[in-house]
Nanobody
Framework: VQLQASGGGLGKAGGSLRLSCAAS????????MGWFRQAPGKERECVAA????????YYADSVKGRFTISRDNAKNTLYLQMNSLKPEDTAVYYC?????????????????WGQGTQVTVSS
């Protein structure tokens, strides 16, 4: 499966951004999906993940209550709605697909990665 992330850019603290990840190739609905981010000098971390149906989700404590992950299997698209942005949300954000229906937060458990989109939040 090929993944194409978009929607990053410059946001202000307290503002919102919406990331999208368009998938092509194999059946999107058979994959668990995740959004990861990596800031300079830091390890890649999972900020949100979702199972094949959207019925099970995970959020990192740092984004819980501010970010929402969702998917539209009919459109082969994954979303990350980011509200109440903070400067510490600044990072490159990646979408990833896992050949399993089960949510996972470990980067090495994901099989396909998008190219990344930069999110920069100013104070």
């Amino acid at each position: 499966v090929q993944l194409q992330a978009s929607g990053g850019g410059l946001g202000k603290a307290g503002g919102s951004l919406r990331l999208s990840c368009a998938a092509s190739g194999r059946t999107f609905g058979s994959y668990a999906m995740g959004w990861f981010r990596q800031a300079p000098g830091k390890e890649r971390e999972c900020v949100a993940a979702i199972n094949w149906s959207g019925g099970s989700t995970y959020y990192a404590d740092s984004v819980k209550g501010r970010f929402t992950i969702s998917r539209d299997n009919a459109k082969n698209t994954l979303y990350l709605q980011m509200n109440s942005l903070k400067p510490e949300d600044t990072a490159v954000y990646y979408c990833a697909a896992r050949a399993s229906i089960v949510v996972n937060t470990t980067p090495s458990r994901y099989d396909y990665w998008g190219q990344g989109t930069q999110v920069t939040v100013s104070s």
